[in-house]
């Protein structure tokens, strides 16, 4: 099969300060990609890079067979990549406008569809859809977030840390969220330091110092003892 998201030879930083060093990621359609790493890896850099928030030095990235590397993020969006980010989310506006915004692409009547879709999916969302933004709980936001990027149809979606800040409980939920969108065809590409996350990955690659060190099935990730050792503790797997 075809990746849908192809990256090569990735480098890139902040003005003379390397992060990336000739990175290098794939992703099928439908598949849920992890990108593991520790505080500071390099996560958040690699996912800039690839949906266009942060310029690489050198290197491509084609998605669904076109490269595009040289667009601006909406580019890309039209293209069907999302970022689940909450930066986007914005505090003032209703739940609903912001829904709204993520459908910006949409015509009126699939907009409408898309979101009565969403507030099925999320019945927290439609509680409280006339209510600001800004008055959600943590794990709320995170869902309005998935919610407002899943308002685009995406063919896939980009997670940077959606366990960053949640309780256990939390996090459960977003792993439940992820699941329960198995099957639609939305391939995932989540960076993530909370390896309860390798639960959902169909594929891993470990980021370490701005380098990817491993790509490979769960297995293959658990049976590599230097890997497995750094990550999770000689004893825990
Ligand atoms: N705007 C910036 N200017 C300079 N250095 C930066 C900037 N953003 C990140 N960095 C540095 O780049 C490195 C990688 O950061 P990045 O945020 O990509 O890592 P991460 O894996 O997402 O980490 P975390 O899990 O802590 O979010 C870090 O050393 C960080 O200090």
Known sequence: MDALLKAEGMNTGYDQLQILWDAALEVKAGERVVVLGSNGAGKTTLLKSLVGLLPLWSGT????????????????????????????????????????????????????????????EFPILKERRQEAAASLSGGQRKMLAAARALMGDPKLLIMDEPSAGLSPLLVTEILNLVKSLEGRNIAFLIAEQNIKF????????????????????????????????????????
């Open 61 to 120: 990235v084609e998605f669904d067979g076109q490269p595009v590397h040289r667009l601006r993020i909406d580019g890309r969006v039209r293209r069907g990549m999302a970022y689940m980010s909450e930066v986007g989310i914005i505090a003032d506006l209703s739940v609903e406008d912001n829904l709204r915004i993520g459908g910006y692409f949409s015509s009126r009547e699939k907009l409408k569809s898309k979101m009565e879709a969403m507030f099925e």
């Open 198 to 237: 390798l639960e959902v990955a169909t594929r891993v690659y470990v980021l370490d110092s701005g380098r990817m060190i491993f790509n490979g099935t769960v297995d293959e990730l658990q049976r590599n003892d230097a890997i497995r050792r750094a990550y999770f503790g000689v004893d825990a797997v």
